[in-house]
């Protein structure tokens, strides 16, 4: 006699419960998914803000020992600007010739210094690929500045996220600034009367529309 093979019913009801989400449910697994974006994403934001900041404190130090080791190597910190008679405004004309170029050579930017010609000034044909040249130090990636600057037509220039401090009030750079870097500075250590760690030398700053550069 043949055995009678009786259908298995927990296997029926197995394959009737492996059914698709419904509606509802899938509604509440995107209403969970967008809760834990909304909860990441500002954290998210918070460590790549950081990791920028952290970039921008580190040039500083890079800029803060590129000048250590020029005063070091000339004793006295390089002048904020050369080649012109003051006051000098913030124009695109004139020579020009500021501190970071001197610095060039001290943050590993040899083959850039050497190209360019500082008795035709900043803003000559013959230093145009120069001057359009940007620097990774110079920058901040949390500024919202664009990287490079040409006003009315002007010759372009890329720009910085740092400036040398000239004086203790707004005003033209001029031999007679109260600073560190002004027009044809030549400031020691043994000239900050007030102590190194309480004197300002350089700052990260907004980027404008007027900024004229680098250089």
């Known amino acids: 006699m043949s055995p009678v093979h009786m259908p298995n019913l927990s296997a029926g ?3 009737q419960s492996s059914r698709a ?7 509440v697994v995107i209403a969970i998914i967008a809760t834990l974006i909304g909860l990441l994403l500002p954290a998210v934001q918070s460590a790549r803000e950081a990791a920028r900041r952290c970039k921008c404190q580190n040039n500083v130090a890079q800029l ?3 000048l250590h080791s020029y005063e070091f190597a000339y004793e006295a910190f390089p002048p ?3 080649g ?12 020009h010739v ?3 170029i001197r ?3 001290f943050m590993e930017e040899n083959a850039l210094y050497h190209r360019f010609t500082p008795e ?3 803003y000559a044909a013959s230093n145009a690929k120069w001057r359009d040249t940007g620097i990774t130090v110079l920058e901040c990636p949390s500024s919202s500045a664009s990287s490079f600057y040409q006003p009315n037509g002007d010759p372009r220039v890329a720009v910085s996220s740092y400036v040398g401090c000239h004086h203790d009030v707004e005003a033209p750079i001029d031999a007679d600034n109260h600073g560190m870097l002004f027009l044809d500075s030549r400031v020691r250590f043994s000239d900050i009367l007030d102590g190194s760690s309480h004197t300002l030398l350089i700052s990260e700053k907004r980027g404008s529309e007027g900024d004229l550069g680098w250089v």
């Open 21 to 27: 989400f419904t509606l509802v449910e899938l509604l």
């Open 103 to 105: 610095l060039l050579p």
């Open 120 to 122: 035709d000034g900043v």
């Open 13 to 15: 009801r197995r394959l």
């Open 80 to 82: 904020g600007v050369t």
């Open 98 to 100: 500021g501190w970071i």
């Open 64 to 66: 803060g020992l590129a």
């Open 84 to 95: 012109d008679p003051g006051p000098i405004r913030n124009l695109a004309e004139g020579k």
